[in-house]
């Protein structure tokens, strides 16, 4: 093991000074506000702190929903790869099911995020 591994102990390595969030801001919000947050942070996967900072800051917000239909569309892909691969050995009429099916899910999968905007 590294000298610097050994002196700087298990965990995280310390971030910079000026990273580090040491200052706290205090925020009023009605109810019907403190509920919208947590709905909002929620559904992006985040805490409300990293939300809100996020919002502040103008940074990326994925939402869980785009998180999985990413992952949906990945699979869809790889099973697209491997009827490609069989159809490219002569092996057409075995696929010819499997990719159908998995054309109908990319169609789905597609259609979900047109829907979503």
Do not use: C, W
């Not at 994925?62 to 491997?82: C, V």
């Amino acid at each position: 093991m590294a000298d610097d591994q050994q002196d700087r102990g298990p965990g995280r390595p310390k971030k910079p000074p000026e990273e580090r969030r040491t200052k706290s801001l205090g925020v009023s919000l009605s109810p019907k506000e403190k509920r919208e947050l947590e709905e909002r942070a929620e559904a992006h996967g985040l805490s409300q702190s990293e939300y809100m900072r996020r919002r502040a800051f103008g940074r990326h917000i994925q939402p869980k929903t785009d998180q999985k239909t990413r992952a949906e569309l990945r699979r869809i892909g790889n099973n697209l790869n491997q009827v490609a691969r069989r159809a490219n050995r002569g092996e057409l009429a075995e696929v010819r099911a499997k990719a159908k099916a998995v054309l109908s899910a990319l169609r789905e999968a597609l259609s979900e995020l047109k829907q979503k905007g």
